[in-house]
Structures are given as C-alpha cells and as structure tokens.
C-alpha cells in the first residue's frame, strides 16, 4: 500500500473527503519524521517502530 491508496483507505473508512485524510494522514507523517529526526523513537503497537540509523 502507497501514501494514495493509504488516503483513498482513509476517507472510505470514515466516509471523509479524501481531502481531510490526506491532511491527517500528513500529520501522522509529519510528527513521526520531526519525533525520529530530533532523535527520538516512535513506536505504534501494531503498525512499527522508527527511529534514527547513522550509516
């Protein structure tokens, strides 16, 4: 599944515009990259753990 088929999900789930799931679907996408980026981990039960790698 891609960002798109993540939104068209979405909106179908909670019979939404596709454009309010893509602004939460952003958000969620946003907030994890700025928590990983400053070096904290973020871990969702069930969906995945992220966190910053050096290579």
Do not use: Q, Y
């Not at 996408?29 to 400053?38: G, L, M, S």
């Amino acid at each position: 599944m891609n960002k798109a088929e993540l939104i068209d999900a979405l909106s179908a789930h909670f019979e939404g515009s596709k454009k309010e799931a893509t602004k939460a679907v952003e958000a969620v996408i946003d907030t994890i990259v700025r928590t990983v980026v400053a070096g904290e981990k973020v871990a969702i039960a069930g969906f995945g753990n992220f966190d910053k790698v050096i290579r």
